[in-house]
């Protein structure tokens, strides 16, 4: 059932990056300095397909490092917590071990209630 949803979203998906690339197979030039339009010092020529899913990818991998970033103060109080738990866990154990045996030792308790009248 999951690999049917997965197919019923990637294959549109995959479709539209298809028909983006070859409806986008026109190169354009791609120049990385602001200062010179005329003779630019860095400049290529790339089919926009690629610039287009360049940009997408530097976007997602900008973002994912944003949010990975973000959460760092989750990721902290999460292994604190982990932490913290297994120390009580370590001495949960640990004092039922040492009750443990004490509890068999015990004397025997005498009932309170009357027993049988002959």
């Known amino acids: 059932m999951i690999r049917f ?3 019923l979203i990637l294959l ?16 354009v030039t791609l ?8 003779a630019p010092e860095f ?6 397909f690629a610039v287009i899913f360049a940009a997408v990818m530097l976007g ?4 994912g490092t944003a949010s990975w970033l973000a959460q760092g103060k989750n990721r ?6 982990r932490r913290e738990t297994r120390q009580l866990r370590y001495e949960t154990e640990r004092l039922k071990s040492q009750n ?3 509890t068999t030792t015990l004397p025997a308790t005498v009932s309170s209630s009357p027993g049988p009248r002959f």
């Not at 120049?31 to 005329?38: A, K, N």
């Not at 997602?60 to 973002?63: L, Y």
């Not at 902290?76 to 917590?81: A, D, I, N, P």
């Open 76 to 81: 902290k109080s999460r292994r604190q917590l």
């Open 60 to 63: 997602v991998v900008i973002g």
């Open 5 to 7: 949803l997965k197919a």
């Open 43 to 48: 400049a290529t020529q790339l089919p926009l």
């Open 100 to 102: 443990a045996p004490a």
């Open 12 to 27: 549109p998906v995959a479709i539209l990056i298809v028909l983006l690339a070859v409806a986008n197979r026109a190169p």
């Open 31 to 38: 120049s990385l300095d602001p200062f010179s339009q005329d």
